[in-house]
Each structure stands twice: as C-alpha cells, then as structure tokens.
C-alpha cells in the first residue's frame, strides 16, 4: 500500500521548483504566502545547522489559495542541494497551533494532510534524509494523524527525527527558544495552554521592575535598557510616529505580557511591524524587511510599543514620582489656576539640581527618555493627535505607585499638569540645560557598537536566582506534565 501511495504521489503533475522570476507565470503573491508559511530563523541550531520555522497560522484558507500553485515556492524556502551536497542537514520548528483543526476534511487555515504528502515526495532525496530534527509545538489531532500516516506510508525512521511539545516551556528543554525568530501567533497559541514560558537559563528579568533600570553601559556610563530603545525606535519612525492615539490607544494585555516576558527572557528576535515595514533590531545592526516577508498579524504595532514603554514606566521598583513628594509637590504645584514656574520645574528635573525632590534615577530617566520622547510625539500632534496635555494625561498614572491607589489617584492631576509642562518646555527650555538636544536623544537609541551592551543583564536579586533554578531543577517533572497537555482544546476561532 505503501509504495502505491508514493508512486501516485510521485506521479502527480505537481512540480517542486516555482517557475523563473523573471518568467510571467511566477508570482509574487504566492511567493509571500510561502514566506509566511516558511521561513528561515536568523541563528542556527546549537548543532550549528540552519533552522527553519513553519507557522501553520499563516497558512491561508484553500477557498482563496490554490495549494497545488503555492507548495513548489514553499519548498524552495527549503535548503537547496548546494547546501546539503557536504552533509550538512538542518531542523524544523513546526508552530502547529495555529489554522483549523479536524482530521477528516480541510478547515479554514490549513490543507489537507495529502498536502503535506504532496510535499514530503517531491522533496529531493538529499532534502528529505539530512531533517535531522522535526520539532512539533502546540500538537493537534491532525497533526498526530498526519505524523502516523507518515510513518506507516512515506518511512518508519520518519518518527525518530521527531520530538513533540506541548507549550513552548517544553521547546525550551530541547533549544534555547530566545534564539528562535518565533511568530507572535505562535506566543498566542502558547498562552491559551501556559500562563506564562519558562526557558532555563534565560527567563528571569532584564527589563521589567529590576534593580538598576538604566544599566550601566561598557564605557562606564548609563544607557537606556533594550526595550526603551527598541520600542522608542520603532515608535519614532516617520509614518508610526504619526499614528493616532499613541499612548491613549491600549494595546491587546495579552500583547503587552507576551513582549515583556521576551524582553526579560532576552528574546533575541522581536519583530515590529506597522504599515509597510517590519522591523528587526538585532545586535549593532537594524534590519528592515519588507512587509511581504510576515503577515501583519506576524509583528508587533506601535500601539504594542507605546503600551510597553507605559508599562515599564508603570513597573519601575521605585516610581518616578515617590510618595515621600507627594505633599510638596502638591504645595508648589497643586493650583490649577497658577502657571507652572519654569524655574521650578527647572529644578525640579534638572540632573544638576541640589533640592529636586525626584530621585537622580528619576530624573535620569526622565531627562535621557521620556520627555524628550514625548516632546518628539508632540511635536507630530497635527497627525497623532496627541498634544504635550493629552500625553501628559496618559503617561502620568504610569510615574505614580504608592502604597495608597486613592492618594495616587489624587496626585494623577498635579503630576499631568508637571508632565505637560515639562514636554511643552522640552526643546526649548529643559533640553539645552540638560545637555540631551533631539540629536543626542537619537544617538541612545541606535544601536550599541559593544556587544556586551546590547543585551541587558539578568538581574541577580533572591527571587530572581530562585526562579532560574526552579526552571532547571526538575526537568523530568516538567516534561511530563508538558507532554499531557492537550492543544485540540483551545479555540481556533481565538
């Protein structure tokens, strides 16, 4: 039965190879669906083979897709005989959560499993034998029907190149998952069967609520922490800065949790997409990729960034604002109807300043990022809408996290009316004296030249060294609890 099924499979008229770019039967638009569908994650595996990650969230429905037409340019995102010709093989991460479920009939989302099929015969020999590894994440019953209906008819050794996992915890016991280019819906798909990823070794903080939150840089002096740089970045790009409502538009909460485990986790590949570009800053360089190489639903948008930075803000161990101030602060600035003295404020953010009732942190951060990061979006306000009083009212509940909610909610206002004054002066007034001009502002977010600094470190307090080797010690535990999860429970309709 067996060799029937392959010789039919081998006969069909399906080809492996899309047609020449330059001829005018290639496509474009399939070629981006394959890219979607397929593609190739930035770093190899810790065997140094190339890794290729399949996303069946990006497959698209076959009522609008001919996947007979769209499977030759997805095997060509395959390495080719050049590259296997000296031995070397390579691995799959199949992120299978995504797309329909069933077995008997195809579903939105997903071929049907003579697809796949289709696929495996008409790989060449060499592309077929060097798979060394085949990792299933978020497994579903057609996947396991399609997995035994692969060992029986195409090769019993099929089975043993494969390893299956439940959540991508249990990827991480097998790969070190913070060097995987991993597709947001993949991350979707995760949380509806895992609170929360935990990879040895790396889960722990690096951003969020750590000791010290402007780390120190390599040349002695504090730099802004990857996330603020990333996110600012990405928000401060021509047309995303211009979008409306930024920070006044919350984001997805799940969006914003999933992007600040990965920055804790030191997620090395985070991808930024809004508009016509995806973005992808990685190491001394930034790489832009044109918008057809991910789905839109495949990045992160600027309402995503904006809601990080709020939520690092919100997060601080030790508020902008401390409560100690509060009553003086609400002396001097506290009347509505009295116009914010310059020389106050002056001094009441100025990093010089001998009586400023801020913290020298507090007002680092201030004077190295937010403002002048307001300032920038304010200065857009004819298209985004947001002047220095409406980001002023959204950024203010983020500075204020004392021990009283009713007392934070009062001194809401009095901090709005500082915070609007302060980026309404930026420019003019508080940045010539705080040395940090527009230019300067740019020069912190490129980038760093020294490798050490691109990353930020772990942050070494109790809990944080509890938790890592609570993730390391009973691995054999947590691999058994992972494999009895079962992902056909979730809904695809999500």
């Not at 195809?106 to 798979?131: E, M, S």
């Not at 991480?172 to 280019?181: G, N, S, T, Y």
């Not at 991350?187 to 609520?209: K, N, Q, W």
Request: proline share 7%; aromatic share 8%.
């Amino acid at each position: 039965m067996r060799s029937q099924i392959a010789q039919r499979l081998r006969s069909s008229s399906l080809s492996s190879v899309p047609p020449p770019q330059t001829s005018p039967e290639y496509s474009t638009t399939l070629e981006r669906l394959a890219i979607r569908v397929l593609y190739r994650s930035p770093l190899p595996s810790q065997n140094d083979l190339p890794v290729f990650i399949l996303n069946a969230a990006a497959f698209p429905d076959p009522k609008d897709i001919d996947y007979d037409a769209l499977l030759p340019y997805v095997l060509a995102r395959l390495p080719g005989e050049d590259e296997l010709i000296g031995g070397q093989g390579y691995e799959i991460v199949f992120f299978a959560g995504g797309g329909g479920d069933g077995v008997t009939a195809i579903k939105k989302g997903r071929p049907g499993l003579g697809w796949f099929l289709q696929a495996y015969h008409l790989l060449t020999r060499a592309t077929r034998k060097r798979l060394q590894k085949l990792y299933i994440v978020h497994e579903k019953s057609w996947i396991r029907v399609l997995v035994e209906m692969f060992s029986t008819i195409v090769s019993p050794k099929f089975r043993k190149k494969i390893v299956h996992v439940s959540t991508l915890t249990g990827l991480a016991l097998h790969v070190p998952i913070e060097d995987l280019m991993i597709p947001p819906s993949a991350y979707l798909c995760d949380r509806r069967v895992s609170p929360e990823i935990h990879a040895p070794y790396a889960s722990g903080r690096r951003a969020f609520a750590i000791k010290q939150p402007l780390p120190l840089s390599s040349n002695g002096g504090h730099r802004l922490p990857r996330v603020l740089r990333e996110a600012t970045s990405f928000i401060l790009m021509d047309e995303n800065i211009k979008t409306e409502g930024l920070f006044r538009i919350p984001p997805s909460a799940v969006t914003v949790d999933i992007l600040r485990e990965a920055y804790d986790r030191g997620q090395k590949f985070i991808v930024w997409h809004e508009r016509d570009v995806v973005v992808i800053f990685y190491r001394s360089e930034r790489r832009q990729v044109l918008s057809d190489s991910m789905g839109q639903t495949e990045g992160y948008g600027v309402h995503a960034a904006a809601g990080l930075i709020k939520l690092w803000y919100r997060e601080l161990r030790h508020p902008i604002i401390p409560q100690t101030s509060y009553r003086q602060l609400h002396d001097l600035f506290g009347d509505p109807e009295t116009p914010i003295d310059r020389t106050r404020l002056i001094e009441l953010v100025s990093i010089d300043s001998e009586w400023s009732l801020l913290t020298e942190t507090s007002r680092l951060i201030l004077t190295k990022h937010l403002l002048p990061l307001l300032s920038r979006v304010a200065a857009f306000k004819d298209w985004n809408q947001m002047t220095s009083f409406n980001l002023a009212t959204c950024l203010a509940p983020s500075m204020l996290c004392g021990p009283d909610p009713v007392e934070d909610a009062k001194m809401a206002s009095i901090v709005s009316r500082i915070l609007e004054a302060a980026v309404a002066n930026w420019k003019t007034t508080l940045a010539p004296i705080c040395l940090m001009d527009y230019n300067t502002f740019e020069d912190s977010l490129r980038m760093p030249s020294a490798m050490e600094d691109y990353e930020d470190p772990l942050d070494e307090d109790p809990a944080s060294t509890a938790m890592r080797t609570s993730q390391t010690e009973p691995l054999h535990a947590q691999i058994y609890g992972i494999t009895l999860v079962d992902n056909d429970n979730d809904n695809d309709n999500d």
